[in-house]
C-alpha cells in the first residue's frame, strides 16, 4: 500500500499565494505520474495539475495554468503546488494523487491508483 499525506493548505486572500506538499510513503514504484485534484463543496473532483514520471512532463487545468506550477522531488518521493493568485473559485479541498507511470492522460481520476487525505484551502475575497 501507499500512503499520501497532503499538506500547506489553509486561508489565504484573495490574490496570496499558497504551496501545498504531499508525500508518499509505503509501497514505492520505480516510475510513477503525480497530481493535483480538487472539489469543491456540490461540485464534482477536477483535475488541476498533474506531473509525468518520464521527462517531467507537466500538465495544468486551463482554470490554474500560469497561477500554478507542479514540481516534484523523486527523492523524497514528493510532489508540490504552488499556487498563486489565488482566487476566491480555488477554494476546494486538494487531493494529491498517485499512479504507476503510462501513457494514458493525467488528468482522468480513475487513472490514479492512490489518493491522499486531502487539505482545504480557503481563498477568502
Known amino acids: 500500500q501507499v500512503q499520501l499525506v497532503e499538506s500547506g493548505g489553509g486561508l489565504v486572500q484573495a490574490g496570496g499565494s499558497l504551496r501545498l506538499s504531499c508525500t508518499a510513503a509505503?509501497?514505492?514504484?520505480?516510475?510513477?505520474?503525480m497530481g493535483w485534484f480538487r472539489q469543491a463543496p456540490g461540485k464534482e473532483r477536477e483535475f488541476v495539475a498533474a506531473?509525468?514520471?518520464?521527462?517531467?512532463?507537466?500538465y495544468y487545468a486551463e482554470s490554474v495554468k500560469g497561477r500554478c506550477a507542479i514540481s516534484r522531488d523523486a527523492a523524497k518521493s514528493a510532489v508540490y503546488l504552488r499556487m498563486n493568485s489565488l482566487k476566491p473559485e480555488d477554494t476546494a479541498v486538494y487531493y494529491c494523487?498517485?499512479?504507476?507511470?503510462?501513457?494514458?492522460?493525467?488528468?482522468?481520476?480513475?487513472?490514479?491508483?492512490?489518493w491522499g487525505q486531502g487539505t482545504q484551502v480557503t481563498v477568502s475575497s
Open positions: 509505503g509501497r514505492t514504484f520505480s516510475t510513477y505520474d
Open positions: 506531473i509525468r514520471w518520464s521527462g517531467g512532463f507537466t
Open positions: 494523487a498517485l499512479r504507476t507511470a503510462r501513457t494514458t492522460p493525467l488528468v482522468n481520476s480513475d487513472e490514479y491508483d492512490y
